[in-house]
C-alpha cells in the first residue's frame, strides 16, 4: 500500500513542544539511551560494497562495547564483539582493515576463524575439560538491507524484516545496492545525538542557516509520506533551474538509472531511529551514521554513493564539497543549541508546524528510552 504524502506543516502534533533540557544533558539518561536504544535497536555501520573480499573487515563502537564485521570466506557477513574468549582482550584495535584466514589475539595467540570458532589455543591442550568449541567469539546480528550493514546487540532482536516492512522496495529507483562509496568523511561535534537527528528532521532553519540550500529546493516544499513511528521523511522539490543538490545546482553524474521523471525533480530525506539518516538526490545517495559519545558529544559519518558506471562522466565534488559546507552549518548550530538547553533559563518551547516531525521523532524516542 502506498502512503500519501502531506505537506510537512499538516500533521503537527496539536500543542508539541520541545524536549526537556535533562535528555540533551543528564548522564544517567544517557546512559538508559544507550542500554534500551543503542544496546537494543538495529544500528547502521556501514556498506558491506565497502567489504568485497575475504577477510575485509571494519569495527565500530558504540558505548563501552566495540565490534568487528568480517566477511568470510563463503562471501557472508560476521559480526563478533571484538573481545578474545581468554581473558577478554580486545583484539583488534584498526578501524577497518583485512584478516588473512584469521583473527588473532596478539596477547596470548588464541586464534579464531572468519566464523568465529576457536582454531588455535596454544599450551592449553592439558588444561582438564578444554574444548575449543566452547570457546567461540561472540556473535552479534547482522542484517544486510540495500548494501547497508545493520546490527544489533540485543539478545532477543526485533525481526529485521517486520522492522523495516515500511521501507520494503521504497528506494528501488536508486538502486541502492550497486552504489559505490566514493568519499566518507567523520566529524565530531559537542552536541547531543539527538539534535543531530532533530535538525535533519526540519527545514524551519533552512533560509538562516543554509542561504545556498534555499536557493536549491525552498523550505516550504517539504511533504512527509512517514511522519510517525521508527521511520521519518519525504522529498522537497528542486527548484525550476536546479537538478541536484550541488555547488553549481547541477547534476554531478548522469541521473541514476531508474530514477522516475517525477523524481528528477525531487530530493527524498529519511531518518531511521536511532542512527542513521538517508538523502536522496537524482544523481546520488548521500547518508550519515550517528553515533553517541557523551550527553554532549556525538561522532557522525558522511558518505556519499554514487553508481560506479556513471564515472566518466561526473563531478563528484560538487556535491561533496556543497554538502561538506551544510553540514558544519548544521553541527555548529547544533553545537549552540547544546549549549542553550544546558542553560538553568532552558524551558521546552513550542514547535513550529514546519517542525511537526520532531514531535514525532521525540515521542517514539521517549517510548523506546521507557521500554
Given amino acids: 500500500m502506498v502512503k500519501q504524502y502531506h505537506k510537512t506543516a499538516t500533521t503537527l502534533i496539536k500543542g508539541a513542544k520541545t524536549l526537556d533540557g535533562k535528555y540533551y544533558s543528564n548522564a544517567k539518561i544517557f546512559k538508559e539511551e544507550l542500554k534500551n536504544i543503542f544496546y537494543e535497536n538495529w544500528l547502521c555501520v556501514g ?44 583484539i583488534c584495535n584498526d578501524k577497518k582493515g583485512s584478516f588473512s584466514k584469521t583473527i588473532q589475539c596478539k596477547y596470548h595467540g588464541w586464534t579464531y576463524n572468519l566464523n568465529g570458532n576457536l582454531v588455535g589455543a596454544p599450551n592449553m591442550e592439558n588444561v582438564d575439560g578444554f574444548k575449543k568449541s566452547d570457546y567461540p567469539l561472540h556473535n552479534i546480528s547482522i542484517k544486510e538491507w540495500n548494501s547497508f550493514i545493520f546490527i544489533c546487540l540485543s539478545d532477543n532482536p526485533e525481526n529485521f524484516e517486520n522492522f523495516y516492512k515500511p521501507l520494503k522496495n521504497k528506494f528501488n529507483e536508486w538502486q541502492l545496492s550497486t552504489l559505490k562509496t566514493i568519499k566518507q568523511i567523520d566529524y565530531t561535534i559537542k552536541a547531543n545525538w539527538k539534535l543531530v537527528m532533530q535538525n535533519y528532521n526540519e527545514c524551519y532553519h533552512c533560509p538562516t542557516i543554509h542561504p545556498e540550500l534555499a536557493k536549491i529546493h525552498h523550505f516550504t516544499s517539504g511533504e512527509n509520506d512517514l511522519y510517525e513511528g521508527p521511520f521519518l521523511g519525504g522529498f522537497m522539490t528542486l527548484n525550476e533551474d536546479k537538478k541536484s543538490i550541488s555547488e553549481s545546482g547541477n547534476l554531478c553524474s548522469k541521473p541514476i538509472p531508474g530514477v522516475t521523471k517525477k523524481n528528477l525533480n525531487r530530493v527524498y530525506y529519511y531518518s531511521f531511529f536511532p542512527n542513521m539518516l538517508i538523502s536522496l538526490h537524482p544523481d546520488y545517495v ?14 557522525i559519518t558522511c ?5 560506479e558506471e556513471n564515472n566518466h562522466h561526473h563531478n563528484y565534488d560538487d556535491a561533496i564539497e556543497f554538502w561538506d559546507k551544510t553540514n558544519k552549518q548544521d553541527w555548529e548550530i547544533s553545537e549552540q543549541s547544546q549549549l542553550g538547553i544546558q542553560s538553568k533559563k ?26
Fill in 286 to 299: 548521500m547518508y550519515h551514521t550517528i553515533i553517541p559519545l557523551a550527553p554532549s558529544k556525538c561522532k
Fill in 47 to 90: 556498506r558491506a560494497n565497502d567489504l568485497k573480499k575475504e577477510g575485509n573487515y571494519i569495527s565500530f563502537e558504540i558505548g563501552n562495547e566495540n565490534l568487528i564485521i568480517v566477511r568470510n570466506k563463503k562471501n557472508q557477513l560476521n559480526g563478533f564483539y571484538n573481545v578474545c574468549r581468554h581473558r577478554g582482550t580486545r
Fill in 346 to 371: 532552558y524551558t521546552p518551547g513550542p514547535y513550529s508546524p514546519r517542525e511537526s516531525l520532531l514531535s514525532t521523532f521525540d515521542n517514539y524516542y521517549l517510548s523506546k528510552l521507557t521500554k
Fill in 303 to 307: 558518505s556519499w554513493l554514487f553508481l
